[in-house]
């Protein structure tokens, strides 16, 4: 069986749809902080499956050695942590112990119950600026905020173990900019509070609970000004996850995967074609840059297409309408 951390978020709760939908068994756990049972329910319905959840949280040792005492488990997806960069900026040491200790946590479970596979949710933040793109896995890693932080230590704390232990196999999985939702509406994007993110901030102006989006600078050196991204469908980005998680089935050691389209698009091109897909508003104003932000990232993501067999397939059409679908009548 699979264990799914963070299932019932917004990535966790796409990835157990299609892990259920390829005739996986799983098991999910969540603590609820970013997400609610309402996606535990919808996944449970659109798979037409049932399988075990537990409210449990990583820094509660105890809550999380019940699932591992009562289940069967073969492999970690382990989505659950905090991902938001300007809060991490305020609260680093809630980041730190949430993410990091959290999961060195869930390590010492897994090394105790002798579970010995683990896909990791990482982020392109941990190429920092990069000198050029399209980014490759070897390019070098830096970050600008304690989450990205937290992303890179982790990194390196899963490959030490897997230096300690030449059994135990991880995939790294170094997701661009995860947009979209499934096509049933019933699962999505549906952060706690105020989103940070670009499309979660379209929609709710599209929705008029924003008055107008504030673009982060229209002085980049980009084609309009503004920043450029690698938006990739979060269906795709599920179907990453069995990818990955047949390779390291197979082979030990850490895989390293940017999980992205390749293409760049600015906010520009995301304001106008939801506005066009979804025939809506998105009023804006231009603001000055966000700090920390860089000016443009994409993915070279052929290493995952050459040895996972994966490539996204879905268009920035798709993400957009998709995105809006999940939160129009919410
Ligand atoms: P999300 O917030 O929707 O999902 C994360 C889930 O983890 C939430 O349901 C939250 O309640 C849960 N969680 C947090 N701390 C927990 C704890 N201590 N114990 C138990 N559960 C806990 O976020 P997401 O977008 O689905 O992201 C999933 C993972 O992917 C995260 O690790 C995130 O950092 C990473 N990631 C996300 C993006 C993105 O843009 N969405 C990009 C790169 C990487
Ligand atoms: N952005 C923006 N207005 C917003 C939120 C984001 O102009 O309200 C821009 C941001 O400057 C970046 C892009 O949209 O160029 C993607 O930002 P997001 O926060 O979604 O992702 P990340 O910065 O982590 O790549």
Request: hydrophobic share 35%.
């Amino acid at each position: 069986m699979i264990l799914v951390t963070g299932m019932s978020g917004y990535i966790g709760s796409h990835t157990a749809l299609a892990l259920l939908n390829a005739g996986r068994e799983i098991i999910g756990f969540d603590n609820f902080y970013n997400s609610t049972a309402e996606a535990v329910e919808a996944v449970k319905k659109l798979s037409g499956k049932d399988f075990p959840f537990y409210t449990a949280d990583l820094r509660d040792p105890d809550s999380m050695e019940k699932i591992f005492k009562e289940n069967n488990i073969d492999a970690v997806i382990h989505f659950a942590g905090l991902k938001a960069v300007g809060e991490s900026v305020a609260k680093p040491l809630l980041y730190y112990e949430n993410n990091i200790s959290g999961t060195v946590n869930l390590l010492k479970l897994m090394e105790k119950y002798g579970v010995k596979r683990l896909v990791f949710s990482s982020s392109a933040t941990v190429y920092g600026e990069p000198k050029t793109v399209p980014i490759k896995e070897d390019f070098p890693n830096s970050t600008t905020n304690p989450y990205g932080s937290t992303k890179l230590y982790i990194e390196g704390i899963l490959k030490d173990v897997c230096v300690s232990d030449k059994d135990f196999s991880v995939a790294l999985l170094r997701y661009f900019n995860p947009i979209g939702a499934h096509e049933s509406g019933l699962i999505g994007e549906n952060p706690n509070g105020i989103p940070n993110n670009l499309m979660p901030r379209i929609c709710q102006t599209a929705k008029g609970i924003m008055k107008e989006l504030t673009v982060f600078g229209d002085d980049y050196p980009t084609p309009d000004g503004t920043g450029v991204r690698d938006y990739i469908h979060v269906c795709d980005l599920a179907d990453g996850h069995l990818a990955a998680l047949n390779k390291i089935e197979k082979e030990s050691g850490v895989h390293i995967y940017n999980l992205g389209t390749g293409k760049g698009y600015s906010v520009y091109d995301l304001i106008r074609t939801f506005a066009s897909v979804n025939n809506v508003d998105v009023p804006y104003k231009v603001c000055p840059r966000r700090a920390g932000d860089v000016p443009v990232v994409y993915a070279d993501p052929t290493k995952a297409k050459e040895e996972l067999g994966w490539e996204a397939k879905r268009e920035l059409e798709d993400m957009c309408k998709s995105s809006w679908d999940f939160v129009k009548d919410k």
